[in-house]
């Protein structure tokens, strides 16, 4: 199994999932956050494109996660997995009801060569779900938006081979920031984002002899650095912060392996 980010932040998010047994090969979208055309342009970068995907999920209902998801779906035939909160914020009466797949916390999807496991965090949205991906030896886990900790994430994310962590932002830069107070208490709330020293706290909590690597996501660029957020993933792993792989709002990140 392998995945790769198409970009990561604010402006837009979609990680790449792909697992092969034989000459069979499973590609899952989590999120699709950008125009048709330039998640068909990010595609292309990563090698692949959207006649080659298997399924979409979407984790909740917000721009920079859903993105294109519908149009993706219609045109492509896609089936398209989400919980029903998301499908009732972004769902459209035309879409074909062929093609929908509502899900929740808990549920097992068997798509192909590649089984996602999608759980309930905190999160300013309407049922959102992140989730865990596994190929039957190996297992990623993803978490792009959550506001805070809960002993059920972290139980969800035990185990994992590789783990894409939101580490949106550095406390004492946002706090610091021009962003007016209400939008501030809304990233720092429950139900907000992750920032760089809660993300480590995270990590500490789900450290194994397994885990190959850890990825940091969804940095935003006014209130982080992949510096800081580095630094604070890196010493949890007790590493160097050059170590740490950070996925960008405008490359993502290549394609990584989990062997």
């Given at each position: ?61 917000h721009g ?38 509502l899900t ?81 208490r809304r ?73």
């Amino acid at each position: 199994m392998r995945f790769c980010s198409l970009g990561s932040g604010s402006a837009g998010n979609a990680t790449l999932i792909e697992a092969s047994q034989g000459i069979t090969s499973t590609k899952v979208l989590i999120d699709c956050g950008f125009s048709l055309r330039e998640l068909g342009r990010r595609l292309a970068r990563a090698g692949s494109a959207p006649e080659q995907l298997s399924a979409i999920f979407i984790t909740h209902e917000h721009g920079d996660h859903a993105g294109c998801a519908l149009s993706l779906a219609r045109q492509y035939k896609l089936p398209l997995f989400t919980s029903r909160g998301t499908w009732r914020a972004i769902g459209s009466p035309d879409f074909d009801p062929a093609l929908l797949h509502l899900t929740r916390d808990g549920e097992r999807l068997a798509l192909g060569d590649i089984e996602l496991r999608p759980f309930a965090v905190p999160h300013d949205a309407n049922e959102p779900l992140q989730l865990s991906a596994s190929d039957g030896h190996r297992r990623l886990g993803v978490i792009t938006d959550i506001g805070s900790l809960t002993p059920s994430v972290v139980q969800q994310l035990q185990h994992c081979t590789a783990l894409l962590l939101e580490c949106n932002h550095d406390e004492a830069l946002l706090r610091t920031s021009s962003y007016p107070a209400s939008l501030k208490r809304r990233i720092l709330g429950s139900h907000g984002h992750l920032s760089n020293a809660s993300a480590a706290t995270l990590l500490s909590q789900c450290l194994h002899q397994g885990l190959q690597h850890v990825v940091a996501a969804h940095l935003s660029e006014r209130n982080n650095s992949p510096e800081l957020a580095a630094a604070a993933l890196a010493e949890i792993l007790g590493t160097e912060p050059a170590d740490i792989l950070v996925a960008s709002q405008t490359l993502g990140m290549d394609w990584l392996d989990l062997n």
